[in-house]
């Protein structure tokens, strides 16, 4: 996902923050299924939804928890009229996140309960009107917004199969996860849109897309349709600017792996974020087809498909295995497109973003002191700090090794959750080192190396002393590279860094007149001073 933060910071001023409170979940659930019947109409905001729900236990439960916004004060939030299983009637209450039914859950069995309920969404659904005035439904779930209109298990670590059967008036068309299954023409002017994912998903990324649309089909990358959902009006500018889906997508087939889902649907959207994962369906901002940066907006958001999507973070601490991998999953398509000077430019302004950043928030890139404001963990250590450590692996194993290791880690977690200390030990084992130290240094510890370098060129001895020092309170281990150079003479040293002095002495057959630090940009850190 990627953030544009006038909209966000004006959305959150909306929205309480402990509204996207989260913790792992504690109800028992492992949801295999969800069929979600939902009707929607022209003249109110209202919403109709039967919510076919199959679900196992990971152990026995005397009641069956689901998250399930309720009706508030201000009239939003939905109203549950019944609650059946085999055709029995359920009892069943409901606080303001909830829905509890008096039913047991039992180890080893499975579940099929049918919710019936409407209301008007507090949130997740976005209803309102386009740029150009057409009237509009947009799910909006990341990152635990879906259960404000949908019944669900709403945590990133519940994946099921999933489907929407969405009627709707028939001059509408309707987009979502997976294939299409049926589109049926009704009575009353209406139209039945059945869209079905036999991949497993997360909430976050389950989605309807429902408004006038303009689609261009711009045919099979191995196998997967590339199709682009565009507002009508904005047609010719919008095909044209998405246009560089086939081109991306391909990069990350052949450095990654297969496609993990269906098609790949770039769709034009009211989304608050500046782009939205949704696995197989993404989601782009509606000024996006405008925006000079959407080829990058849109690696970004196809690069999620198999990070964070397809191989999703177990818990929201570990968000850096989404955003991180995503970020600098699009520097190297654009290093792959551009050049390498291209990549050093990106790498050294997400150098000056994580640096300002760490200024403000001195905590680590894992973070669990966010889970009562998920949308604070939106920020320069899950995006640029992640993408920067991966860089940073890149340079240490090299560029085989990290690649294999990338195709490791998401052949063994595709289509599961995974941590931190997975990803670590799948490179350990790829690379055959012990990378305990770097991760915990660059993952676990907040900030980076600051540094403090004093250097001399002796004359008589022709010698350049050399004193680097950590100013930073806990010392990280690392290769720091320095250019000597006078003209066009140059000698590039490498220093082992791993307490806070070190001291060197080292012949050089010229007298240098300037130095330059890490010159090739392989490293996260900031200078304090250079004498």
Same mark, same amino acid.
Request: charged share 25%.
């Given at each position: 996902?990627?953030? *544009?933060?006038?909209?966000?910071?004006?959305?959150?001023?909306?929205?309480? #923050?402990?509204? @996207?409170?989260?913790? *792992?979940?504690?109800?028992?659930?492992?949801?295999?299924?969800?069929?979600?019947?939902?009707?929607?109409?022209?003249?109110?905001?209202?919403?109709?939804?039967?919510?076919?729900?199959?679900?196992?236990?990971?152990?026995?439960?005397?009641?069956?928890?689901?998250? @399930?916004?309720?009706?508030?004060?201000?009239?939003?939030?939905?109203?549950?009229? #019944?609650?059946?299983?085999?055709?029995?009637?359920? %009892?069943?209450?409901?606080?303001?996140?909830?829905?509890?039914?008096?039913?047991?859950?039992?180890?080893?069995?499975?579940?099929?309960?049918?919710?019936?309920?409407?209301?008007?969404?507090?949130?997740? *659904?976005?209803?309102?009107?386009?740029?150009?005035?057409?009237?509009?439904?947009?799910?909006?779930?990341?990152?635990?917004?879906?259960?404000?209109?949908?019944?669900?298990?709403?945590?990133?670590?519940?994946?099921?199969?999933?489907?929407?059967?969405?009627?709707?008036?028939?001059?509408?068309?309707?987009?979502?996860?997976?294939?299409?299954?049926?589109?049926?023409?009704?009575?009353?002017?209406?139209?039945?849109?059945?869209?079905?994912?036999?991949?497993?998903?997360?909430?976050?990324?389950?989605?309807?897309?429902?408004?006038?649309?303009?689609?261009?089909?711009?045919?099979?990358?191995?196998?997967?349709?590339?199709?682009?959902?565009?507002?009508?009006?904005?047609?010719?500018?919008?095909?044209? #600017?998405?246009?560089?889906?086939?081109?991306?997508?391909?990069?990350?087939?052949?450095?990654?792996?297969?496609?993990?889902?269906?098609?790949?649907?770039?769709?034009?959207?009211?989304?608050?974020?500046?782009?939205?994962?949704?696995?197989?369906?993404?989601?782009?901002?509606?000024?996006?087809?405008? #925006?000079?940066?959407?080829?990058?907006?849109?690696?970004?958001?196809?690069?999620?498909?198999?990070?964070?999507?397809?191989?999703? /973070?177990?818990?929201?601490?570990?968000?850096?295995?989404?955003?991180?991998?995503?970020?600098?999953?699009?520097?190297?398509?654009?290093?792959?497109?551009?050049?390498?000077?291209?990549?050093?430019?990106?790498?050294?302004?997400?150098?000056?973003?994580?640096?300002? @950043?760490?200024?403000?928030?001195?905590?680590?890139?894992?973070?669990?002191?966010?889970?009562?404001?998920?949308?604070?963990? *939106?920020?320069?250590?899950?995006?640029?700090?992640?993408?920067?450590?991966?860089?940073?692996?890149?340079?240490?194993?090299?560029?085989?090794?990290?690649?294999?290791?990338?195709?490791?880690?998401?052949?063994?977690?595709?289509?599961?959750?995974?941590?931190?200390?997975?990803?670590?030990?799948?490179?350990?084992?790829?690379?055959?080192?012990?990378?305990?130290? @770097?991760?915990?240094?660059?993952?676990?510890?907040?900030?980076?190396?600051?540094?403090?370098?004093?250097? %001399?060129?002796?004359?008589?001895?022709?010698?350049?002393?050399?004193?680097?020092?950590?100013?930073?309170?806990?010392?990280?281990?690392?290769?720091?590279?320095?250019?000597?150079?006078?003209?066009?003479?140059?000698?590039?040293?490498?220093?082992?860094?791993?307490?806070?002095?070190?001291? /060197?002495?080292?012949?050089?057959?010229?007298?240098?007149?300037?130095?330059?630090?890490?010159?090739?940009?392989?490293?996260?850190?900031?200078?304090?001073?250079?004498?």
């Amino acid at each position: 996902m990627k953030n *544009l933060k006038s909209q966000f910071l004006l959305f959150l001023t909306i929205i309480s #923050s402990s509204f @996207f409170s989260a913790q *792992l979940p504690t109800n028992g659930l492992d949801v295999k299924h969800y069929a979600f019947n939902i009707a929607l109409n022209d003249s109110t905001n209202v919403i109709k939804g039967k919510a076919i729900i199959t679900t196992a236990f990971t152990e026995n439960e005397n009641n069956i928890v689901f998250d @399930f916004v309720n009706k508030n004060a201000d009239g939003k939030g939905m109203t549950v009229f #019944s609650v059946t299983k085999n055709n029995e009637n359920l %009892k069943f209450s409901k606080d303001a996140q909830h829905l509890i039914i008096n039913d047991k859950g039992i180890l080893g069995q499975e579940n099929t309960y049918t919710i019936n309920y409407e209301g008007i969404p507090a949130d997740g *659904l976005i209803i309102g009107n386009t740029k150009n005035g057409d009237r509009s439904f947009f799910a909006d779930n990341w990152p635990n917004r879906a259960h404000n209109w949908i019944t669900c298990n709403d945590h990133l670590s519940d994946k099921a199969t999933s489907e929407f059967l969405v009627t709707a008036p028939d001059h509408y068309q309707v987009v979502s996860n997976g294939r299409e299954i049926e589109e049926t023409n009704l009575s009353e002017n209406l139209k039945l849109t059945h869209w079905k994912s036999e991949v497993e998903l997360s909430t976050k990324i389950m989605a309807i897309g429902v408004t006038k649309f303009a689609v261009n089909n711009l045919g099979n990358v191995e196998g997967i349709p590339v199709s682009e959902w565009v507002f009508p009006e904005d047609r010719d500018n919008g095909f044209k #600017s998405y246009n560089y889906s086939k081109e991306i997508l391909k990069y990350f087939v052949k450095n990654i792996g297969a496609f993990p889902f269906e098609k790949l649907a770039n769709v034009q959207s009211k989304t608050i974020f500046g782009g939205l994962e949704n696995a197989g369906c993404i989601f782009y901002s509606e000024n996006s087809i405008n #925006s000079k940066g959407v080829e990058s907006l849109m690696a970004h958001e196809t690069a999620h498909q198999w990070f964070g999507d397809n191989v999703t /973070e177990k818990d929201w601490p570990h968000l850096w295995l989404s955003e991180g991998f995503a970020t600098y999953m699009t520097n190297l398509y654009l290093e792959y497109k551009y050049g390498k000077d291209s990549l050093n430019n990106l790498m050294k302004q997400q150098r000056i973003q994580v640096i300002s @950043f760490s200024k403000k928030v001195k905590k680590p890139v894992v973070d669990s002191s966010e889970a009562d404001n998920l949308m604070n963990l *939106l920020n320069a250590n899950s995006y640029q700090k992640g993408g920067w450590v991966l860089h940073i692996l890149r340079r240490k194993i090299g560029d085989d090794l990290f690649w294999k290791s990338v195709r490791t880690y998401y052949e063994t977690y595709k289509g599961k959750n995974a941590t931190t200390e997975d990803f670590e030990k799948v490179v350990e084992e790829v690379s055959h080192q012990d990378l305990k130290t @770097f991760f915990k240094q660059w993952l676990f510890t907040s900030g980076q190396p600051l540094l403090k370098i004093d250097w %001399k060129y002796d004359q008589l001895t022709k010698k350049v002393g050399i004193n680097i020092e950590q100013k930073q309170i806990d010392f990280f281990e690392f290769p720091l590279s320095i250019a000597f150079k006078n003209g066009t003479e140059m000698v590039l040293k490498t220093f082992n860094i791993k307490n806070k002095l070190s001291k /060197e002495d080292f012949s050089v057959s010229f007298e240098p007149k300037e130095i330059m630090i890490d010159p090739n940009v392989d490293l996260l850190f900031e200078m304090d001073v250079i004498n």
